[in-house]
């Protein structure tokens, strides 16, 4: 009799794991494809709400007793995606299709709306491209390392890794870095990067709360309990 009742409830155990397995798979093809679209940067107000649907299914899952990823994880490792991906797109497409026709209208009209660094000499350089105070040097440096590694760390998070769990500690410290160098540089070449934009120091500050993603970060990630993360 006992030996039924255990084979009923390792059964009972599989199809709740099967139930929880599908609904987090539906509920992150909604987030991968919001994300996808916001990390595009143009069609971002059509992800946003792709997004927040598959954010509505992992809750709705939650709610109905399946074991679905921690919501808390879900929104810090897809922001962290958003972030990667949204500067490795602007920042590869200014480094190496600078010349480009879709190059020169968004990154030319973001500097005249937002930061001159992007429209002050641009394509004047010989590798082409932004032309401010130590931008270059920013740009090929961060898309070689923090950005594509914010990309893995984030996808080995959502998986609930630990190695993306360390990864994600170490690029949202390296986040911190990057904050800090900005910030000093936009305020020591305030008359280049200000100078005859639409919308200067108040939409800088606009665009850069996303980067104060790492600060929301940290503390989680140094007090979740690691055990949830798998090898």
Known sequence: ?????????????????TQSRAAQRRADRWMIAGTALMGMWVPGFLGLPIFLRGVWLQREAQRAGLAVR???????GYLVLIDGMLNS????????????????????????????????????LWVGGAAGPGEKSMVFGMILTVFAMRCAAAIGFLQMKRWGHQWMIVTCWMGVLIWILYVFNMT????????????PVIGWW??????????LAIPYLHTVNREIFSD
């Not at 921690?70 to 810090?76: A, C, K, R």
């Not at 305030?190 to 100078?195: E, G, L, N, S, W």
Request: aromatic share 18%; hydrophobic share 50%; proline share 2%.
């Open 1 to 17: 009799m006992s030996g039924a009742a255990s084979a009923t409830d390792f059964a009972a155990l599989g199809d709740h794991e």
């Open 70 to 76: 921690p919501m808390i994880v879900t929104l810090i």
């Open 89 to 124: 797109l602007g920042w590869s497409l200014d480094l190496v299709a600078n010349h480009t026709l879709i190059n020169r209208v968004l990154m030319i009209g973001w500097g005249h709306m937002f930061d001159a660094g992007y429209f002050w000499h641009y394509n004047e």
């Open 188 to 199: 020591m070449y305030a008359d280049v990067r200000y100078a005859g934009v639409v919308f």
């Open 206 to 215: 606009l665009y850069d709360i996303f980067y104060i993603t790492p600060f």
